[in-house]
Every structure is written in C-alpha cells, then in structure tokens.
C-alpha cells in the first residue's frame, strides 16, 4: 500500500496533506480486509491448488465489475448499480473519499461490512467442512 502511494506521489504528482496520507492508507487496509478474508474463504472452499487462480479471477471481476478499470458512468445503469455492491467499488469509493477530502460514505462502509461478515460466514463452514471431514 505504501508502495502505490509513493508510486501516486512520484509518478502521478498526487498532492496530499500528511494527516490525508495516512487517512488514505488506513481507508485502504479497511477496504481490504473483506477481500483478505473472500481470499480465504475461497482458500478453504475450493483448496490449495487452484485457491489462487479461483482468487484472482473473482478478484479480477470484482475490479472490472466494481469500476476500478473504468469510470462506473460509462457503464449501463444496471452494471452501476451491480457495482455499488461490491467490495471493491466500497473500498475505491472510502479511498476516493479521502483523496477528495469527504468523510467515509456509509454505503460503502455497509458494503464492506456486509462482505466482511459474509466471507466470515462462508469461510466459518467452508472451514468446518473441511476439518470435520478428515
């Protein structure tokens, strides 16, 4: 994370106060803890040999679905509203919130929280499943 914000600075010329530098860096390790924890439930779901290419497709998809690869106003209206919910659009949206200068938007700290919980769930039994099943 440290190496995209000096990559933003050196590369980009990203202008930031201190105070939002660190703000951004901690929006951002919010944003991803529930796609750390999809990567593991996903790690006890499908097992460890295609755990990464299962991963990074879905993680993929998320990003390109979620607005990361394009503005979300060029999509169709239904893939924006597809996008809102997903957890890659909420961790861009906390990230770009801060860049800007707003405070969190609660949809997305919903959103995140929302898959948060629901990878916790998925990996709780997926978990189980797997060590009972020995």
Same mark, same amino acid.
């Given at each position: 994370?440290?190496?995209?914000c000096?990559?933003?600075?050196?590369?980009?010329?990203?202008?930031?106060?201190?105070?939002?530098?660190?703000?951004?860096?901690?929006?951002?390790?919010?944003?991803?803890?529930? #796609?750390?924890?999809?990567g593991? %439930?996903i &790690?006890? +779901?499908?097992?460890?040999?295609?755990?990464?290419a299962? @991963? $990074?497709? #879905?993680?993929?998809?998320?990003? %390109?679905? &979620?607005? +990361?690869?394009?503005?979300?106003?060029?999509?169709?209206? @239904? $893939?924006?509203?597809?996008?809102?919910?997903?957890?890659?659009?909420?961790?861009?949206?906390?990230?770009?919130?801060?860049v800007?200068g707003r405070?969190?938007?609660?949809?997305?700290?919903f959103?995140?929280?929302?898959?948060?919980?629901?990878?916790?769930?998925?990996?709780?039994?997926?978990?189980r499943?797997?060590?009972?099943?020995?």
């Amino acid at each position: 994370m440290v190496l995209v914000c000096i990559t933003a600075l050196l590369s980009h010329h990203v202008s930031l106060s201190p105070t939002r530098w660190v703000a951004m860096l901690l929006v951002v390790w919010i944003g991803v803890v529930p #796609l750390a924890i999809l990567g593991l %439930a996903i &790690g006890y +779901l499908v097992g460890d040999e295609i755990a990464f290419a299962v @991963s $990074m497709a #879905l993680f993929f998809a998320l990003g %390109a679905i &979620g607005g +990361l690869w394009m503005p979300l106003s060029t999509m169709p209206h @239904s $893939m924006q509203d597809i996008a809102h919910v997903l957890p890659s659009n909420g961790a861009a949206e906390l990230g770009w919130a801060m860049v800007g200068g707003r405070g969190a938007v609660a949809s997305a700290v919903f959103v995140l929280g929302l898959w948060a919980l629901g990878g916790m769930a998925v990996g709780f039994f997926a978990y189980r499943r797997r060590v009972f099943a020995k």
